[in-house]
C-alpha cells in the first residue's frame, strides 16, 4: 500500500500563489508517477498535472500551462505543486495521485493511489 497526504492548500486572492506538497509513504516503486488532480464544487475530478520518476518527465493540464510547475524529490517521495496566477476557476480540491507506471496518465480511474485532498480556495 501507498500513503498520500497532501498540504500547502488555503486561501489567496486572484494572482497569489501557494505551493501544495505532497508526501508517499508505504511501498516504494522503481519507476511510478506522481499526479494532482483536482475536484471544484458539483464538478468531476480533472487531471492537472503530473511527474514521472525517474526521468522528471511532466505534463500539464492546459488550464494551468504556464502557471503551474509540478516538481519533486523521488528520495524523499515527495512532489509539489506550485502554483502561480491563481484565478477563482482554480478554486478547488486539490488530490495527489501515484502510480506504479512508466507513462503518465490522465485519467482519474489510472491511478490506484490517492491522498485525501487539500482545498484551495481563490477569492476575485
Known amino acids: 500500500q501507498v500513503q498520500l497526504v497532501e498540504s500547502g492548500g488555503g486561501l489567496v486572492h486572484t494572482g497569489g500563489s501557494l505551493r501544495l506538497s505532497c508526501v508517499a509513504s508505504g511501498r516504494t516503486f522503481r519507476y511510478f508517477v506522481m499526479g494532482w488532480f483536482r475536484q471544484a464544487a458539483g464538478k468531476a475530478r480533472e487531471f492537472v498535472s503530473a511527474i514521472s520518476w525517474p526521468g522528471d518527465i511532466t505534463y500539464y493540464a492546459d488550464s494551468v500551462k504556464g502557471r503551474f510547475t509540478v516538481s519533486g524529490n523521488s528520495a524523499q517521495n515527495t512532489v509539489y505543486l506550485q502554483m502561480n496566477s491563481l484565478k477563482p476557476e482554480d478554486t478547488a480540491v486539490y488530490y495527489c495521485?501515484?502510480?506504479?507506471?512508466?507513462?503518465?496518465?490522465?485519467?482519474?480511474?489510472?491511478?490506484?493511489?490517492w491522498g485525501l485532498g487539500t482545498q484551495v480556495t481563490v477569492s476575485s
Open positions: 495521485a501515484a502510480e506504479p507506471t512508466r507513462v503518465i496518465p490522465v485519467s482519474v480511474n489510472e491511478y490506484d493511489y
